[in-house]
């Protein structure tokens, strides 16, 4: 066998950077997410390398005050800026396989590279669920601190939040949760009463999507921006994330399917009408997630409800303590080698003072194929 020998960090370094961006793109989300403030999913690369630290991403709040006018002194009179945070724990995630001898493995990235197709789509799939997980999470507020400042908010993963903290989710993002067609349907203040109001037939729809994406632009005093707009065509867009049976009542809604034939080049490659793909309907990219969970059998007659969202800038964080980085063992002499990949990385819903500040919920009937 040729001799084995240890690659420097420079090479480990483009692979590793190569290796993320690649289980990126894989996972769908690469469109969506940056290291910019004005991302969808905005990610933080703090290469600090360490399980358990926490990466902060900052939000400010717009300013609300009337200012002065004329000759008014302004000294005294400024607006304070109001701040708040995500925080993102990062934790440690791992997996390997095993590869056996061959006379080509000259160096460790030779026979990571053996099993890099099947890695990437396995870190490309745990991260898609985990930003899943984070974007429909409930947010629980931690209120203030001694001084009056802002705590960073907590979560819960919606599965197992209890009522109580779905409650007050709903009560503090009135304005950013959709049940089915009706705004009416959230007045309650109490999340079983408002889903149980959802019945078969508020499916995704283009009246549904316009309504949600109203809300967003309406949304207060946390106000969620769209994900790209164009003041001088008056033009917002919004993103929604929405599950199979979603996908599949939008694309034969009507509206949107006349949209889509008689707005867009009528060609085999490129109209979703033929190859599937991305809707896009009143500045809404719908995008097909088919691993978005459900919210239960909680609709009116136990309708199965889906749990879609619409999302603007700051919607989701990433914060990536340490790229993907591979690790090669050899056992029994050359014989068997064990590749894994390393990687240290965390998630959250953005939100500040117990308000999601990037997506709309919006819960929709969402029935299996017959």
């Not at 149980?196 to 499916?203: C, F, G, I, P, R």
């Not at 719908?286 to 969202?309: F, K, M, V």
Request: net charge neutral; with cysteine; glycine share 8%.
């Amino acid at each position: 066998m040729a001799n084995f020998k240890l690659v420097s960090a420079n090479e480990k370094h483009v692979w590793s950077t190569k290796y993320t961006r690649e289980y990126v793109r894989t996972s769908g989300l690469m469109p969506y997410m940056d290291t910019s403030a004005t991302a969808i999913i905005r990610m933080d690369k703090d290469l600090s390398g360490k399980q358990g630290a926490v990466i902060h991403f900052p939000y400010f709040a717009k300013l609300s005050g009337a200012g002065v006018t004329g000759g008014t002194q302004l000294m005294g009179n400024e607006e304070n800026l109001k701040n708040y945070s995500t925080g993102v724990r990062a934790t440690l995630r791992r997996n390997g396989v095993k590869i056996q001898e061959s006379e080509t493995y000259k160096t460790e990235l030779d026979i990571a590279n053996v099993a890099r197709a099947s890695l990437i789509d396995d870190s490309a799939e745990k991260l898609r669920n985990d930003v899943i997980v984070a974007g429909q999470s409930v947010v629980v507020s931690s209120g203030l601190d001694a001084d009056g400042n802002p705590l960073e908010d907590t979560y819960q993963p919606f599965a197992t939040a209890s009522a109580a903290q779905k409650n007050a989710w709903l009560v503090a993002n009135t304005d950013r949760v959709l049940f089915g067609t009706k705004r009416a349907n959230s007045i309650s203040g109490v999340f079983s009463t408002s889903a149980a109001l959802v019945d078969s037939t508020q499916k995704m729809s283009a009246a549904l999507i316009n309504m949600a994406k109203s809300m967003a632009k309406k949304t207060g005093p946390f106000k969620i921006s769209p994900y790209r707009s164009d003041a001088t065509a008056g033009r917002e867009w919004f993103v929604l994330f929405v599950d199979s049976e979603g996908f599949r009542d939008a694309s034969v809604d009507p509206i949107i399917y006349a949209a889509n034939k008689d707005a867009r080049p009528r060609d085999v490659e490129t109209n979703p009408i033929f190859q599937s793909g991305d809707l896009i309907y009143n500045g809404v990219i719908i995008r097909e997630i088919p691993e978005l969970t459900t919210a239960g059998a909680i609709g009116a007659s136990g309708a199965t409800l889906g749990h879609a969202l619409l999302c603007g800038q700051s919607a989701i964080a990433v914060g990536i303590a340490m790229m993907a980085e591979p690790r090669v063992q050899a056992w029994d002499y050359g014989m068997e080698n064990n590749v894994a990949v390393v990687e240290i990385r965390g998630q959250a819903k953005m939100s500040a003072a117990g308000v999601q500040t990037g997506i709309v919920s919006i819960f929709h009937a969402s029935a299996l194929d017959a």
